[in-house]
């Protein structure tokens, strides 16, 4: 063997000998390259789980874009259903309006509601006769049910 | 020297050989650690299967009218569907039951939380009841809770109760049939409520789903497909509902979809997206390339527990929507369109209908109506025929309306001028067959006004004749008859028009063709023909879509496409005589206070080779204000008896459409 390659062996203890003989040159040798080894490793799991919960945010982030996008949808077809002509003609006409007749040459397109053509107010007893009808003819525990689906099952609780 | 010899003699080899070992499987793990870094650091990429790539479905582009109304959009929502072969299943079945058994339950029992209330805010409440119950316990004899234990037992429930649904169904899953705890009467208690299994379902569905309560009974009690839909376009909130049954009777999918705020409004015009989100007519089968929009994309990488992870650069790719259309139509024209029209079919009793209004000077279509019609978003409802456009997409033989055209193709060869008579004697032959008037009468010295006011097809063949096929039919070529308009909208249908040259061509087809009889064409050749009249004898390419709307902004979409079909002078001799025509002939068209000019047609259909008896097709097509023509208006009804005549039946629609269209546009009165 090589002088040369001996230097590299950590001397162990002999059956017999009093204590322990270490080369401290080549102790400090491994100790520097472990330690490199760990930095090294440690820069690389630190820079990998960086980028990992980086990826992690940039992907939230996106979902979360994707999200506010769906919604956007919604709210612009609820706008839409909103604002259609037929939602604005049967309004109107319970509100009072009415469109004139095309040969009337009325100048103006709408004309606000007189006193007459308001609905007349509902009677309180009416009010209350049509309600248990209603009650009545859909079932009172399948009315609770439905009202819950209708409304979704997360609204029907708190939103804390 | 001798040092190192001594002291490799006293190295215990067996040692010696264990360090080697270690040496090179520490070497060998950071070589490991090294070279794995190193990986990682000239090819920065983590070592995956690949993964397919998420589709980011795009959303489709708006079609929008003239003002920036919707006609078509998009929302996020689901369709329900029904699994009859399921349904069938006794324990699915009582499954289902259970589900909405316990729901109803939860309901009955008034498990209901004040709103903005917080978790904490029950803290009080468990409390005091698991106190109160403490004190009863305390009069029975038993062992008291201390107050601080009631305290931390509450704080725990409040912590429970912040996953509300999962408490809710908790309740559920405590009430359901494998349990006998607590709840069990309850649970009875709801099952017994409940009534039959199918007229609930139907009730609830009917309730939930907003569909009527003949159809859910209808479906659950006799569809036996495979799949059934039940209802389409339902919220996402509504669509949960019915996902928290936890039953595969009832499935859900969820998904960007069409939208038809106005029902049937410009139905045949915007086509619809069908199940398979595939564009099926009108504008959305036409602009399919622009409204459907790039789909985008998530590659990447899973992390260990399975969720996608982006680590790839250019890993997200964004959808690209689709391009949104602004038409020409405008929504009120539109909807007072198709309600003239539709009342037309009914008064007259016709089978159906088509009403047009263009802008001459553009070719611009400001209302397109078909009667009957259909919701595009219900378009399932409906056969194939319904949803054809037929302003389009059908011909039919025009009859009269074609006389002013033969007129003006006569003027401009200066064949006749507009002080031309002729002397009607009730007939004349053209190749081998005999033209008659519709009143079988002979009218004797006859103006061409005359003839159109009173709508002569013995005159009609006469100027004809003098024309010459060939000039004829050149001139009809001219006015767009047997060719495509060109409009955007799909399947539009040509015409047929046999000409000189073709084998099956006779004389007679010019003696016939002159008043409008022996060719056919769509309702929207004749509104352009018509429009060309209007405008100075420039003839414009009809159009539907104004402008497209993307990230870029809007851009006009410019067509100016025209063709001088007659000249200017020609086509205003033809208007003036068709203004002093209405009011002599055709007085049911007439617009106070306006000048108009137009022309009525009545005419039959042939099937197998022959006309049908008593079936009649009435229109009238007109044009003004006279001098300056604003709308070209086109009415055709479909389906008249006996005696009627296109201008008393088509006449009164045409009037109430333009003087609709006069009251809108502020177009003050200039007679």
Redesign the interface.
């Given at each position: 063997?090589h002088?040369r390659d001996?230097l590299?062996?950590?001397?162990?203890r002999?059956?017999g000998d009093a204590g322990a003989r270490v080369d401290l040159r080549m102790m400090a040798f491994f100790g520097v390259?472990?330690l490199l080894?760990a930095l090294?490793?440690w820069l690389?799991l630190r820079q990998?789980s960086e980028?990992?919960q980086l990826?992690?945010e940039?992907?939230e982030l996106?979902l979360e874009?994707?999200a506010r996008?769906?919604?956007m949808?919604?709210l612009?077809?609820?706008v839409?259903?909103l604002?259609?002509?037929?939602?604005v003609l049967i309004e109107g006409s319970e509100m009072g309006y009415r469109l004139?007749a095309?040969?009337s040459?009325?100048a103006v397109?709408i004309v606000p509601c007189t006193a007459e053509c308001a609905p007349p107010p509902m009677v309180a007893s009416e009010a209350e006769g049509a309600a248990s009808a209603i009650q009545e003819d859909?079932?009172g525990?399948?009315?609770?049910?439905?009202?819950?689906?209708?409304?979704?099952?997360?609204?029907?609780?708190?939103t804390? | 020297m001798a040092t190192i010899e001594r002291i490799s003699k006293s190295v215990d080899e067996g040692q010696f050989k264990r360090m080697i070992w270690v040496q090179i499987i520490l070497s060998g793990v950071a070589l490991l650690l090294v070279g794995r870094l190193a990986w990682y650091q000239l090819f920065g990429r983590i070592v995956s299967r690949p993964q397919a790539p998420e589709v980011i479905p795009a959303v489709r582009g708006d079609i929008v009218d003239t003002n920036g109304y919707p006609l078509a959009t998009s929302t996020y929502a689901c369709n329900v569907f029904f699994r009859p072969d399921l349904y069938d299943n006794r324990e699915v079945q009582l499954r289902l039951r259970e589900r909405l058994a316990v729901t109803a339950t939860i309901v009955s029992m008034g498990l209901t939380f004040e709103e903005d209330a917080t978790p904490s805010g029950y803290v009080p409440r468990f409390a005091e009841l698991l106190i109160a119950q403490d004190s009863r316990r305390a009069q029975d004899g038993g062992e008291r809770i201390t107050s601080d234990y009631a305290r931390g037992l509450a704080e725990e429930l409040a912590e429970q109760l912040a996953d509300r649904e999962l408490l809710a169904w908790s309740f559920v899953d405590e009430m359901s049939e494998e349990s006998t705890g607590v709840w069990e009467d309850q649970r009875k208690l709801a099952l017994s409520s409940g009534g039959d299994m199918s007229a609930v379902l139907a009730r609830l569905l009917s309730e939930v789903l907003g569909e009527p309560l003949t159809d859910m009974t209808a479906t659950l009690g006799a569809s036996r497909n495979q799949r059934h839909m039940l209802s389409v376009g339902v919220p996402a909130a509504q669509c949960e509902g019915i996902r928290a049954l936890q039953n595969d009777i009832l499935t859900t999918e969820l998904g960007f979809q069409r939208i038809y705020p106005d029902a049937s409004l410009a139905a045949h015009v915007l086509g619809f997206v069908n199940f398979a989100g595939d564009p099926q007519y009108g504008l959305e089968f036409y602009y399919e390339g622009q409204l459907r929009g790039k789909d985008g994309a998530w590659q990447g990488v899973n992390d260990p527990s399975g969720d996608r992870l982006l680590a790839e650069l250019g890993g997200y790719r964004a959808a690209i929507d689709g391009t949104d259309l602004i038409l020409t139509l405008d929504r009120n024209v539109q909807n007072q369109a198709e309600k003239i029209l539709r009342e037309a079919v009914v008064s007259s009793g016709a089978e159906s209908g088509n009403l047009i209004v263009l802008d001459p000077a553009t070719g611009a279509i400001i209302a397109m109506a078909n009667s009957p019609t259909y919701d595009p978003g219900r378009f399932w409802e409906v056969g194939l025929n319904t949803l054809r456009n037929n302003a389009t997409g059908a011909v039919y033989e025009p009859g009269s309306v074609i006389k002013p055209i033969t007129i003006a193709a006569a003027l401009d060869a200066r064949v006749i001028h507009p002080d031309t008579t002729y002397t009607d004697t009730g007939s004349i032959v053209v190749g081998d067959q005999e033209v008659r008037n519709a009143d079988r009468k002979a009218h004797g010295e006859t103006t061409m006004t005359e003839l159109l006011a009173y709508s002569l097809n013995v005159g009609a063949a006469h100027v004809a004749s003098s024309l010459g096929p060939a000039r004829f039919y050149e001139m009809f070529k001219r006015f767009g008859f047997s060719d495509p308009t060109g409009i955007d909208l799909t399947a539009e249908e040509r015409g047929i028009m046999r000409v000189p040259g073709q084998e099956d061509w006779h004389l007679s087809d010019l003696g016939r063709n002159s008043y409008g009889q022996g060719m056919s064409v769509t309702p929207l050749q004749v509104a352009a023909a018509f429009g060309a009249l209007a405008n100075d004898g420039v003839m414009r390419r009809p159009h539907i879509v104004a402008a497209v709307r993307d990230g870029d902004g809007t851009r006009v979409v410019e067509d100016t496409w025209g063709r001088q079909v007659v000249s200017a002078d020609v086509a205003r001799q033809v208007t003036a005589m068709l203004v002093d025509a209405v009011p002599m002939g055709m007085s049911a068209a007439l617009v106070p206070g306006y000048r108009i000019a137009g022309k009525s047609g009545t005419s039959q259909v042939v099937r197998e080779g022959a006309y049908i008896p008593d079936y009649y097709i009435g229109s009238f097509v007109g044009y003004g204000p006279i001098p300056d023509p604003r709308y070209v208006v086109m009415v055709k009804l479909d389906g008249l008896g006996e005696g009627q005549w296109g201008g008393q039946e088509a006449g009164p629609a045409f009037a109430e459409m333009f003087t609709y269209l006069m009251d809108y546009t502020g177009v003050a009165p200039n007679e």
């Open positions: 063997m002088d001996r590299f062996m950590l001397y162990g002999k059956p390259v472990l080894l090294a490793g690389y990998a980028v990992a990826a992690s940039i992907r996106e874009k994707e996008h769906r919604e949808v919604i612009r077809g609820e839409a259903m604002g259609s002509l037929k939602r004139p095309a040969s040459g009325e397109m859909i079932g525990l399948w009315t609770g049910v439905a009202e819950r689906l209708r409304r979704g099952i997360r609204l029907a609780f708190p804390w | -």
